[in-house]
C-alpha cells in the first residue's frame, strides 16, 4: 500500500491525488477490517471443527466402555446359566468372543472368587488340585476376607502373573469392588497399576467389575448382597491400548489426556497420546465422561498449526491488499480486466481443488456411498459399494435402490420415496442382497435433495456393513442360552420356555411330562479314561436323547451329568414311562471312548402335570425326588413322582 500511495503521489497531479489517497485510505481500513474478519472465521472454523472431532473421540470411548461391559455382562450370564462354569469352559468362551480382533484394548476377561477368611486353606487345596502345584493367594498375609483371581483369559504369560491376586488387598480396587457389590451393578475402578504390568512399555490400568451372586438369591439390600456374594467377573484394561484405536486418524492433530476424578494434576493421569508435547496448545477442550460410576475428566489439545496457519494468513492477507489495490486502480480497464482474469481463474482452481477433495474423499471412504435419481435408481456408485455388494458398477447404474431388498418389502419401498419426498433424512438399519445371493446387514443413512419447489431431486446414500457386528450379538446370545459343550438348551432356558408350556398346557387343559435324568456311574469314566472321554460321552449321550425324542419335546443340558426333558401332550404316565424306557435302553448301548467299550445306565425321574404340580417350582421338585429315588434304589430306571396327601 506504501508503495502504491508512493506512485500515486509521483504520478498524479494533487486534484486527482486527493480523492484517490481519500479512496487508498478506505480501501486500507476496509482491507484491515476484512483480515481480521477472515482471521476471526478461520479461528472459529478451526474451534468448531476442534470441538467436533473432540466430541465424537469422547463418544468413541464411550461406546468402547459400553461395548466391554456387554462382554462382562456375557461372562456374568454365563455362570447365571450353568451350575458350575469350569476353567476349560471358560477360555473356550473367551476365546469365541475373539478379544483382539472385536474388542481391542481389553486385557482379558477374568473371574476372581470371593473367599472368606476360614475357607482359605482349603481354596488353595482346590486350586492346586487342579494342577497347579505352587498356588496360593497373594499377597500372603491375615485379612479378614480375601478374593482370588481363579480365571483370566487369554492366559497368556502376561495374564498369568495375576493368578491368584487378591484384588481386595490394594484400596483403590476394593474400593471398586465393593461399590459394585452394593449396587449390584458394574463398577470401574481408580488408577492402578495392573499386576501384569512389568518394566516394558509401563501403563496406567484400571478394572471393570461385575458382582455375581448366587443364583436365586434375594438381592434386595446390601446385607443380602453381600451373603449371596460368589465373585466379580471383571475385565483389566491397559489405558494405552483402550484408547489408542479410539483416537483413529485424528491421533497426530490431537492431544489428549484422561485423568481419573476432576483433578487434572499428574497424579491422576491415566492417558497421554502425546506427552512430549508442550503445555501451550492453539486451543483446548475439557469433557467429563461419567462411565459406571467413574468420572474421568478428557483433556483435549490441538496441535500447533503454525507453518500451515501462517502460510494460509499470508495468502488471505495478500489476496485483501491486492482487492484494495485494484479498488485503487479502476480507473486503469486494463488493470481491471486483468484483475477479473485472476479472480475467475482463482474460482476456477478452487472449484478443480475441491471437486478433487470430493471425488478422492467418496472414492477412499470406507463406507459405500451412492447417489439416486428421484425415482430412486442408482446414479452413482463409489468403490467400497461396489466391493461390498459384488456387483459390476455398470450392472446397479439405472436399476431401483429396492433391488438389493429382500422379496415382500414392496410396501417399505413405497414409505420410504413418500418420506424422502418430504425431505426427511433418516438413518436405518436394512438387509441388502449381495452378487453371490449373500445378505449383508447395513445401516444406510439417506439425505435427500430438493429443488426450491419442493421437488425431490436426488438422494445421497450412506452404506455402513455391520453384518460381523450383528454376528458377534447372535454368537453372545446363543452363548448365553446354550451349553456350549453339547449344544443343548441350557437351565434357564429350559426353565424359560417351560413356562410357556406351563400357560399352554393350562389354557389347552393338557398334560405335560418333566424329566430330570441323571447319568449312573459317569464321575468312574471321568476319572479313568479322562476329561475329553467324559466330553465325548456326555455329547453322545445328548445326541442319543434327541433321536428319543419328538420334535416338539425340549432337552436342556441342567450341567455335569444331568439333563432335563419336557414331553408335551402326555396322555398318562405310562406314556411317559415308555418315553423314559425308550431313553434307557438307548443311553445304555455301549459307546467306544478313547478305543474302549464303555457303558452307562440313566436314572430317570418323572412328574406329570398337573397330578404332580401346578407351578415349575413343585414339578421340578417332585421330578427331582423321584430321580434321587430312583438312583438310591437301583439306578439305570425310571421312577414317577410320589403324590403325598395329608388330611385324610
Not at 481408580?190 to 455375581?212: F, H, M, N, S
Not at 441388502?432 to 435433495?449: E, F, S
Not at 412328574?607 to 430321580?627: F, V
Request: charged residues 25%; glycine residues 8%.
Amino acid at each position: 500500500m506504501q508503495f502504491v500511495a508512493r506512485l500515486l503521489a509521483q504520478t498524479l497531479t494533487p486534484a486527482i491525488a486527493t480523492p484517490t489517497l481519500i479512496a487508498l485510505v478506505f480501501a486500507s481500513v476496509l482491507g484491515v477490517m476484512v483480515v481480521n474478519r477472515l482471521e476471526q472465521a478461520r479461528d472459529e472454523s478451526i474451534r468448531s471443527a476442534f470441538a467436533l472431532e473432540t466430541g465424537e473421540i469422547t463418544l468413541r470411548i464411550e461406546e468402547r466402555l459400553r461395548t466391554y461391559r456387554q462382554v462382562l455382562k456375557g461372562a456374568h450370564a454365563l455362570f447365571q446359566a450353568s451350575e458350575a462354569v469350569s476353567r476349560d469352559e471358560w477360555r473356550r468362551y473367551v476365546t469365541a468372543l475373539n478379544l483382539q480382533v472385536e474388542y481391542p484394548g481389553i486385557q482379558g476377561v477374568g473371574f476372581a472368587v470371593h473367599i472368606p477368611a476360614d475357607h482359605l486353606a482349603r481354596h488353595e487345596r482346590t486350586v492346586r488340585a487342579e494342577g497347579f502345584p505352587d498356588y496360593r493367594v497373594s499377597p500372603p498375609g491375615p485379612r479378614s476376607e480375601y478374593s482370588a483371581i481363579v480365571y483370566l483369559e487369554p492366559f497368556d504369560w502376561r495374564n498369568q502373573r495375576a493368578f491368584g491376586y487378591d484384588m481386595l488387598s490394594e484400596p483403590v480396587r476394593r474400593q471398586a469392588m465393593t461399590q459394585a457389590l452394593h449396587s449390584g451393578l458394574p463398577t470401574l475402578s481408580g488408577k492402578v497399576r495392573l499386576v501384569q504390568e512389568t518394566t516394558i512399555d509401563p501403563q496406567a490400568g484400571v478394572l471393570l467389575y461385575l458382582p455375581l451372586f448366587r443364583r436365586g438369591a434375594d438381592l434386595g439390600s446390601p446385607a443380602r448382597r453381600e451373603q449371596a456374594l460368589l465373585g466379580w467377573v471383571y475385565g483389566p484394561f491397559r489405558m494405552n491400548d483402550l484408547v489408542a484405536g479410539a483416537l483413529s486418524e485424528a491421533g497426530p492433530r490431537i492431544r489428549l489426556r484422561i485423568h481419573d476424578g476432576h483433578d487434572t494434576t499428574p497424579g491422576t493421569l491415566l492417558f497421554d497420546s502425546h506427552p512430549d508435547w508442550d503445555d501451550n496448545p492453539d486451543h483446548s477442550d475439557r469433557r467429563l465422561l461419567e462411565l459406571d460410576g467413574r468420572i474421568w475428566t478428557l483433556v483435549f489439545d490441538d496441535t500447533p498449526r503454525r507453518g500451515a496457519g501462517q502460510t494460509a494468513h499470508g495468502l488471505e492477507t495478500g489476496a485483501v491488499v491486492l482487492i484494495c489495490g485494484l479498488l485503487v486502480l479502476l480507473t486503469a480497464a486494463a488493470a481491471a480486466a486483468r484483475s477479473r482474469a485472476r479472480a475467475l481463474d482463482r474460482a476456477s482452481t478452487s472449484l478443480r481443488n475441491s471437486e478433487a477433495r470430493y471425488s478422492t474423499l467418496v472414492n477412499l471412504s470406507r463406507d459405500g456411498i451412492a447417489a439416486l435419481d428421484a425415482q430412486l435408481n442408482f446414479s452413482f456408485i463409489n468403490p467400497r459399494l461396489v466391493r461390498l455388494l459384488g456387483y459390476p458398477e455398470e450392472s446397479l447404474i439405472g436399476t431401483p435402490f429396492s433391488r438389493l431388498w429382500p422379496p415382500g418389502e414392496a410396501a417399505v419401498s413405497k414409505h420410504l420415496l413418500t418420506r424422502l419426498q418430504r425431505g426427511e433424512p433418516s438413518s436405518y438399519e436394512q438387509d441388502l442382497l449381495t452378487a453371490d445371493g449373500r445378505t449383508l446387514t447395513a445401516i444406510v443413512t439417506d439425505a435427500p435433495h430438493l429443488d426450491k419447489d419442493g421437488s425431490l431431486q436426488g438422494v445421497i446414500l450412506s452404506i455402513t456393513d455391520i453384518s460381523e457386528r450383528k454376528a458377534s450379538e447372535e454368537r453372545i446370545r446363543y452363548l448365553a442360552t446354550h451349553d456350549s459343550l453339547t449344544g443343548l438348551s441350557n437351565r434357564a432356558s429350559f426353565l424359560e420356555q417351560m413356562n410357556a408350556s406351563l400357560l399352554m398346557a393350562r389354557r389347552q387343559h393338557s398334560r405335560f411330562a418333566l424329566l430330570y435324568l441323571d447319568l449312573d456311574h459317569f464321575k468312574e469314566i471321568n476319572d479313568n479314561l479322562g476329561h475329553a472321554a467324559g466330553d465325548a460321552l456326555l455329547m453322545e449321550t445328548a445326541q442319543r436323547l434327541r433321536h428319543c425324542l419328538r420334535a416338539s419335546d425340549l432337552l436342556a443340558r441342567q450341567g455335569g451329568d444331568e439333563f432335563m426333558a419336557l414331553l408335551h401332550d402326555m396322555v398318562g404316565m405310562n406314556e411317559a414311562l415308555a418315553v423314559a424306557e425308550k431313553i434307557r435302553r438307548a443311553v445304555g448301548a455301549p459307546i467306544l471312548l478313547e478305543g474302549r467299550e464303555a457303558r452307562v445306565s440313566v436314572s430317570i425321574g418323572i412328574a406329570l402335570y398337573p397330578d404332580h404340580g401346578t407351578d415349575l417350582d413343585s414339578l421340578s421338585r417332585h421330578a427331582d425326588a423321584a430321580m434321587y429315588r430312583d438312583k438310591s434304589n437301583r439306578r439305570n430306571g425310571a421312577s414317577a413322582a410320589v403324590i403325598r396327601r395329608t388330611g385324610q
